[in-house]
């Protein structure tokens, strides 16, 4: 049996505060960091999205907190998106006790985040871009900051915040704790370790890719024209879903002809504003509307519990980006379904992906013609039925195969 919060060394506070939520037993990644971090360790993480990585860093950072000056927080929280910073924020916030949890990102006014610094907070969760634009306005100031944590730093670097992250890292104290938690370790996030941790200590849980293990995958050829009607009908077939497109643009059209379609649809992406952003996640998560319709923003650092099907409405441009949309089901030993809609000239492109993907059955085509015949949409809801009631008894299935994620593929026959 694993050890408990309070085995650990966490403060009893924490340890109540934590039960009151039923969470009395910690994950593989905080039983891996927790003890490390309290002593005062520099920590290099490696876990996928899901693993419980924000109490690993978070209890040590609200233990040794505290006492912060207006202005000037003791500890930073460097995260990518909008979203992941407010799912921290509250995360935080709901074993905190006395310590003070200030939260900064752009796409909202500046007004409660500058009141906020002014009252003063021991730890700041930032975006990096929002960061850097206070500490111009002279509202924050980082030379206090002695523990900083770097979350999901793999999405960072590919958002292309490693020198905003550099040049706030040099605004720290020289003497300073560095904790850091990535999906992989290697490239970009590798010179973060080797030029701003001292010594770490490295855990690594997990695969380094998502775990699709529970989802069965179907792909299937569709044209163009039809996508929204067979997206309708996975949606309608499977349950609560999250439909990936590749564009702004594309997840607004998408959403307005699913809804007149009578499915009830929310879009988040990059061009919405964060009110608009967040209440789209929450009516997702309390069931007010059935299908978020998504560009990759979401794709990763965002939970949302019980998705019950993800739909690449356009397909991922390469395996990781397919992995970690698709990871937005199948959690926490649950099943799920995941279904790519082809267009015909894109059958060789998916093919490619499937190789690296290590799924071994090609996709059986169909012909484009046949695809609105009653039939034929009879024998896709069956299979979507069939999937989505697998996925409610959260069996785990299929075989390994070379990429180290096992999971069914499934193609539509002739």
């Known amino acids: 049996m694993p050890p408990t919060f309070a085995q650990l060394g966490v403060p009893d506070f924490i340890v109540r505060a934590l039960a009151q939520r039923s969470i009395t037993r910690p994950f593989d990644i905080q039983m891996a960091t927790v003890a490390d971090a309290l002593d005062g360790r520099d920590v290099c993480g490696r876990a996928p999205t899901g693993s419980g990585k924000t109490l690993a860093f978070g209890i040590p950072l609200v233990a040794l907190a505290g006492g912060s000056q207006p202005h000037r927080p003791q500890g930073l929280v460097l995260v990518p998106t909008r979203e992941l910073a407010d799912q921290i924020t509250k995360e935080l916030r709901s074993f905190a006790g006395k310590r003070r949890i200030g939260v900064a990102y752009g796409g909202v006014g500046y007004g409660p985040q500058l009141a906020s610094l002014r009252r003063g907070v021991d730890i700041l969760v930032a975006c990096p871009g929002r960061l850097e634009d206070l500490i111009s306005q002279g ?74 293990t529970a989802a069965d995958h179907i792909f299937w050829k569709v044209a163009r024209t039809d996508r929204v009607d067979v997206c309708a009908e996975a ?52 069931g007010k509307v059935q299908a978020l319709i998504a560009t990759d923003v979401a794709a990763r650092g965002i939970h949302v519990p019980g998705v019950d099907a993800v739909v690449h409405y356009d397909v991922a441009v390469d395996h990781k980006t397919y992995l970690h949309r698709s990871g937005r089901t199948a959690r926490a030993g649950k099943g799920g379904v995941v279904v790519s809609l082809v267009e ?29 015949q009653p039939s034929r949409s009879r024998t896709r809801r069956r299979t979507l039925e069939h999937s989505a009631a697998k996925s409610q008894s959260g069996r785990r299935r299929g075989s390994k195969n070379r990429s180290g994620s096992r999971g069914r593929q499934r193609a539509s026959h002739r």
Do not use: N
């Not at 093919?351 to 169909?366: D, K, P």
């Open 139 to 212: 509202a924050v100031d980082l030379s206090a900051v002695d523990r900083v944590v770097l979350d999901e730093a793999d999405r960072m670097a590919d958002m292309g915040f490693i020198p905003v992250v550099r040049r706030l890292l040099d605004q720290t104290a020289t003497q300073r704790q560095t904790l850091l938690f990535s999906a992989t370790l290697d490239g970009d996030v590798a010179s973060l370790t080797r030029d701003y941790q001292r010594d770490p200590v490295r855990h690594e849980v997990g695969d380094e890719t998502p775990d699709v």
């Open 235 to 286: 949606i309608d077939a499977a349950g609560t879903t999250v439909v990936f497109c590749r564009t702004r643009h594309g997840c607004d059209r998408v959403a307005r002809q699913l809804g007149r379609r009578g499915i009830a649809t929310a879009a988040i992406h990059g061009g919405r504003s964060q009110s608009q952003r967040t209440r789209a996640l929450d009516d997702f998560a309390t």
């Open 344 to 372: 015909p000239e894109k059958v060789k492109e998916l093919a490619s992906m499937q190789r690296e993907l290590g799924f071994r059955t090609s996709t059986t085509e169909v012909d484009v013609a046949e695809i609105r």
